[in-house]
């Protein structure tokens, strides 16, 4: 996102919109599709994308619980598998920090 200029076409286009609709467009400038070096596509970034293993949900397993007249709050539950989400993704944060993440302090 750019900041416009003040008293620019597009800082006065951005003024007559937000008086018409009660709000503006964002200032985006990309790249174009088809001609021109302007235009609203965003620039090509790279883009990593990183899968770790599933984080194992079973309801039974509190269904069960219940059924054996244990007390499993749902504050409890979410908290058990809020847990194994964030080793999960600490984890997998670990394995790959290095590979993407290279202009970091290391720690």
Same mark, same amino acid.
């Given at each position: 996102?750019?900041?416009?200029?003040? %008293?620019?076409?597009?800082?006065?286009?951005? *003024?007559?919109?937000?008086?018409?609709?009660?709000f503006t467009l964002p200032n985006a400038v990309? *790249?174009?599709?088809?001609?021109?070096?302007?235009?609203?596509? /965003?620039? /090509?970034? /790279?883009?990593?994308?990183?899968v770790g293993a599933p984080v194992d949900f079973? /309801?039974?397993?509190?269904?069960? *619980?219940?059924?054996?007249?244990?007390?499993?709050?749902?504050?409890?539950?979410?908290?058990?598998?809020?847990?194994?989400?964030?080793?999960?993704?600490?984890?997998?944060?670990?394995?790959?920090?290095?590979?993407?993440?290279?202009? *970091? %302090?290391?720690?």
């Amino acid at each position: 996102m750019r900041q416009t200029v003040p %008293r620019s076409v597009r800082a006065k286009l951005a *003024r007559l919109l937000k008086s018409w609709l009660g709000f503006t467009l964002p200032n985006a400038v990309g *790249r174009s599709l088809l001609f021109g070096k302007t235009g609203l596509m /965003p620039y /090509p970034k /790279p883009l990593n994308v990183v899968v770790g293993a599933p984080v194992d949900f079973d /309801p039974s397993s509190v269904l069960q *619980r219940e059924q054996n007249n244990e007390q499993v709050g749902l504050d409890q539950f979410v908290d058990a598998y809020h847990e194994q989400y964030i080793k999960a993704f600490k984890q997998l944060w670990d394995d790959h920090k290095d590979k993407f993440d290279g202009g *970091r %302090r290391k720690s």
